[in-house]
């Protein structure tokens, strides 16, 4: 068998088309001048006529992307993860206090749990005479001591004597009356409600605002971040429907009978008839 030389293929003509003139032409020289000199020749005419001057003005007329840092920046650890930022920014200045209250809460330790914590009360006025009155939302009435009525000249109305009051230990005890619309006074703001009268005194807090009086006038009881603080608000025409009429600390965050503790250093509290002293708790 014989070898088959086969004639090599020619390749297609290694031209540029030239001229005597753009040989010896500077392109870079007549673009710098060009762009240096005012010139009364069109400058479509000169694009038109050269297709380096075109390429050239392309180049130098298209937009570029250029960072304004050029240094590249290594490090010998990279993460992944997002990094949180060093620096907090609040909008307002004047909420930088309600901000770092509701916030702190976060990261603050728990606080040790109450075993004892005192009961709300606030101070009232009758007829322009100020009273204790304690807030007792386990409380199925409104109830103020025997002496008060007679004190302000107060109208009992002796259908309130139907009524009885059962205390801890289960004995029934029949109330004295009941003065209807009693014209309480909270701040400005009148909150008259219906109160009963006790065979005796209250000791430690002269009226007892009960469930309905809290229902009548849509109360809402908020608690502090576990400080002992508890805030009453009340809106007269019970209506929730804007802000409160008032509202007020009812509560001592000071008291000693906010207790964490249990031995026997700690405050001891008393439960005591129901019918006589509802409660013993005050500051």
Not at 7 to 14: F, L, V
Not at 47 to 55: F, M
Not at 115 to 143: H, Q, R, V
Not at 205 to 231: N, T
Request: proline letters at 6%.
């Amino acid at each position: 068998m014989r070898d088959v030389l086969t004639a090599p293929q020619q390749k297609g003509p290694t031209y540029h088309f030239s001229s005597t003139l753009s040989d010896k032409a500077e392109i870079q020289k007549i673009y710098d001048f060009i762009m240096s000199q005012e010139i009364s020749l069109p400058i479509g005419q000169i694009l038109g006529s050269s297709p380096a001057l075109q390429k050239i003005f392309t180049e130098n007329t298209c937009t570029k992307r250029e960072y304004t840092t050029k240094e590249a920046e290594y490090s010998p650890v990279q993460s992944f993860l997002p990094s949180p930022s060093s620096s907090l920014h609040v909008g307002s200045p004047e909420g930088l206090e309600d901000f770092l209250l509701h916030y702190s809460n976060a990261v603050a330790v728990e606080k040790d749990k109450f075993y004892g914590m005192s009961t709300g009360k606030l101070e009232i006025s009758i007829c322009g005479k100020a009273f204790t009155a304690m807030i007792d939302s386990g409380s199925e009435l409104n109830l103020m001591g025997r002496e008060i009525p007679e004190q302000l000249g107060l109208a009992i109305d002796y259908e309130g004597t139907k009524w009885s009051l059962r205390g801890v230990h289960g004995d029934a005890e029949p109330l004295k009356g009941v003065v209807t619309d009693t014209p309480l006074m909270i701040g400005k703001h009148q909150f008259p409600h219906h109160i009963f009268v006790a065979n005796n005194d209250l000791d430690r807090q002269d009226i007892i605002l009960g469930q309905p009086f809290l229902h009548h006038f849509a109360a809402r009881l908020d608690y502090g971040s576990r400080s002992g603080k508890a805030k009453l608000f009340l809106w007269k025409d019970g209506l929730k429907k804007g802000p409160p009429s008032v509202g007020i600390v009812i509560t001592d965050p000071e008291d000693k009978r906010n207790t964490s503790s249990i031995d026997r250093c700690a405050h001891v509290s008393k439960i005591e008839d129901y019918s006589e002293i509802p409660y013993t708790e005050d500051f």
